[in-house]
């Protein structure tokens, strides 16, 4: 890691103003300026901008190396627009158009943004807790052999106060602490406001220890230089300041000189007066306003003194609004600056009327040359990385031969064939899991490949020659990261992992397992690494009530409606072996194409009777979403259409019903989420004039238009309902709407209606004259 360099003080200063002008002028253009057509408040958070300017300043144009990375607070957003802008890497017509459509996004995002943006952030806790697992993956690649010690850097995180209440946040430094992560800075803006208030002083003690706790060094800038010397001298003052609650310093810091005298006054009395003489009231003001987050020198010293790697956690004292005219008020987290009010700061930042938005508007011409000097010296990226795409070259996966498989068994079996072949792939294969490696059948492969550990990890039990399936050594070679019961690290594990190709011109081939219901535990997490285009294999197994005797708190019902619904993430479902090898070759595709996305798979642990195939036609319909298991009649007025490990009940069904009603087909949906996604993208371009017909109108379109299907799944009946929706034919949707309980199979089908009995009574019905 680079040294930082030797700064003027001065300069960053103005560049700490310039950055709160151009945050508060963005965000007041876009409310006052930019014509609305809709008549919508649009909004922004200059209070919360103005909060950490100077953090920004001292960190953007002095502490940052060219490999460090950030996570920026997400209502500080338009202070990282104004540094690229400042930069020359941020146009004006794009902060012209903030929170428009195209123009710079309300918070800072990897996709949807121009400027580099390193972490998307805005769901809060996320953003910071993400930079631990980049910083592990940036160990795992230096382990490997894959990233050289001159292109490691840090991983910083800018985060809200009130942020601290997130509980992914501790749940992250646990794991961290495990792994002993390093390289991390995370930034607290402490201003002792949320969004509703003024936030809870009792809890802010504890965080200290919480994080020494976990590993990290902790360093309060509490006082700006001024502030410090001043309390120095008068330590009844500084008693009496310490403990102000949260509430009434910020009350204080936006009433002003008068209210600190009288408070002062009234509390200290006698001994304080010599002390108050020596201020007037804005000078005062002034005074109590050196916090240490807004003390660039304190900002420098502390960033300059933590070159080591240790985590290190820096609670920066601050005032939200700082300078602005609401600063302090509990009330100003989304409040905006009246025209008036604006043309104040203007004018007391020397900025020219019509020249709002000019760079480096209103710096004398002495102090130019230094702010442009450190604008240039400016270590971080100006552009935005080129992702590292089509890395290496997937092979065929075979399916694993028996006839008789669960898709689950598969998963691991396929894993294990790929890790024994070897191979660029299988080097690239990072595999992770919440405590639920060996139960999701990734046991095999870690046996071959080990956990990662950057300091040797020996197997106890295998040493001490007692006897178990399952080696558990790690060192340094591993390809597995061991993660405890916590599934919204495994999402930020995947997020990161899934960057890799980004953050790093690395890219690996992240898998991640857990049991489906638990998807919905990390789901926050999951949405937050699909919205950054992270990409990887989710497997997600067991799933549904064919989890028998587990119960209802492990069986899942959902996750295809949250999977209908997760852009980013496509859903496949297989029933048999062939379907899932094939699945899986095409997941490991997506991860490495510029365009693909990352793939769910819905997994079982039901050992099902394989099909016989002639040829490999079933193939492309599988990965498209769907194929004719049993083809129909062209005509036929019924058809089944079934999914996942309920197979072996629509096949019986099927022989049993196939006699009697003539051309009945049995159609396989593998992806209700790509027939969906197929079936509304094929009208959008319709509408734009091209003839497409979507794959599920194509199959639909093979029975009669006034065809009953009878749609069954093994989690809610509405992942395949919406079927009847595509022609306009009649669905009987059989599926679990209800919370399972334990029981046989047979006991459970019967119940919840999954049965082949369920299915010839449903398609009876639906065939019945109206
Ligand atoms: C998960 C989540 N919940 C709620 C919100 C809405 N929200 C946005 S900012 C905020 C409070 C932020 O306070 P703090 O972190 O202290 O930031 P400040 O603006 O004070 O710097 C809340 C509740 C959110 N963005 N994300
Ligand atoms: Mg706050």
Sequence with gaps: MLKPATTDIEALKILDERLRWLSAWTVHHANHVRESADGLKVGGHQASCASMTAIMAALYFHALGPNDRVAVKPHAGPVLHAIHYLLGSQSREMLENFRGFGGAQSYPSRTKDRIPVDFSTGSVGLGVAITLFASLVQDYLSAHGW????????????????????GNIYEAIIEGAKHDVRNLWWIIDYNRQSLDATSADRMFERFDEIFQSCGWRVLELRYGKRLQAALGQHPALETWFEQLPNADLSALHYQGGAAWRARIDAALGKQARPFLKAYDDEALAALFTDLGGHCMQTLVEAFDAAQDDVPTLFIAWTIKGFGLPFAGHK?????????TQLAALRQTMGVREGQEWGPLEGIGDNARTGVEALIDRSRI????????FRT????????????????????????????????DLAERIVTTSPDVTVSTNLGAWVNQRGLFRRAEMLDVFAKAKIASAQKWAGNNNGQHIELGIAESNLFLMLAAAGLSGDLFGTRLFPIGTLYDPFIARGLNSLNYACYQ??????????????LGPEGGAHQSINPPLIALGQPGL???EPAFADELAAMMQEAFRLIDDPNG???????????IQQVERNGDAWREGALAGGYWLREPAAGAEAAIVAMGAVMPEALAAWEELSEDVPGLGLLAVTSPDLLHRGWTAGQAARWQGERTISHIEQLLSRVSPTAGLVTLADAAPASLSWL????????????????GQTGSLADLYAAYRLDRDAITEAVAELLLPA
């Design 147 to 166: 990233l050289d010690e001159q292109d490691r850097g840090r991983f910083v995180a800018l985060i809200g106060d009130a942020e601290l209440d997130e």
């Design 331 to 339: 009330d100003n987290h989304a409040g905006l600056m009246n025209p």
């Design 381 to 388: 990226a100006r552009e935005k990385r080129n992702r590292s």
């Design 392 to 423: 290496v070259t997937v092979p065929h996966l075979p399916a694993p031969a028996g006839e008789e498989q669960s898709t689950q068994a598969a998963f691991g079996r396929i894993l294990l064939d790929l890790s024994k072949q070897g191979g």
């Design 533 to 546: 285009d992270a990409r990887f294999l989710l497997v997600a197994t067991p799933s549904g009530i064919t």
């Design 570 to 572: 496509r859903h496949y």
């Design 597 to 607: 996305e990352s793939t769910y798979l819905r997994l079982s642990t039901r050992s």
């Design 724 to 739: 009847g929706g595509v022609l306009g034919q009649r669905v009987a949707p059989l599926g679990v709407e209800k919370f």
